[in-house]
């Protein structure tokens, strides 16, 4: 996962909430990508850390975000906690 977010995504996934659901919207990149930004995250980094939880709808793939109007690569996720 990118840089910024490791140490409260760790968190957030080691001791979830009951019931929970994890939305993911984020800029994607491999984790040697040469400019990698504190906000990417690498697909498959995403994956392992929620391997617990069930995949809703998992996306990597190339397109416009909700905040940048460029085309650049994104990774969207949705996992909710099984019971």
Do not use: N, Y
């Amino acid at each position: 996962m990118g840089c910024a977010t490791v140490g409260f995504s760790l968190r957030a996934i080691a001791h979830p909430p009951r019931r929970c659901l994890a939305v993911v919207e984020s800029f994607a990149s491999p984790r040697d990508a040469a400019r990698l930004r504190p906000v990417d995250l690498d697909p498959a980094d995403l994956l392992r850390a929620f391997v617990r939880f069930r995949l809703l709808r998992f996306e990597d793939t190339d397109g416009i975000s909700e905040w940048d109007p460029k085309p650049t690569s994104l990774v969207r996720m949705i996992a909710q906690k099984r019971r």
